[in-house]
């Protein structure tokens, strides 16, 4: 059983930059795969950092060289570094665990002026 609990959303203009958090319980999270996604309203849960269990990460074309995922093992902890923010970044921020279906209640990212 692993649970998930985000935080480190809120309001930030284009430009800016946040740091999300996601605590982890449970003795298997540091076997498995930990991922972030992000939903909009309207549109589709989406992918937007992976991090391996050993700490190499993979990132989709668009948040690459944006946003940067790591995980520290001894504190059950992952995290989103998310530079240069647009508009399209707003979105629902979810952790999850490729354990199993593992998720967190997610936390609101909004980039506007």
């Known amino acids: 059983q692993v649970q998930l609990v985000e935080s480190g959303g809120g309001l930030v203009q284009p430009g800016g930059s946040l740091r999300l958090s996601c605590a982890a319980s449970?003795?298997?999270?540091?076997?498995?795969?930990m991922g972030w996604y992000r939903q909009a309203p309207g549109k589709q849960r989406e992918l937007v950092a992976l991090?391996?269990?050993?700490?190499?990460?993979n990132y989709p074309d668009s948040v690459k060289g944006r946003f940067t995922i790591s995980r520290d093992n001894a504190k059950n902890m992952v995290y989103l570094q998310m530079n240069s923010l647009k508009p399209e970044d707003t979105a629902v921020y979810y952790c999850?665990?490729?354990?199993?279906?593992?998720w967190g209640q997610g936390t609101q990212v909004t980039v506007s002026s």
């Open positions: 999850h665990s490729f354990a199993g279906e593992y």
């Open positions: 449970g003795s298997i999270f540091r076997i498995y795969g």
């Open positions: 991090i391996t269990s050993g700490g190499s990460a």
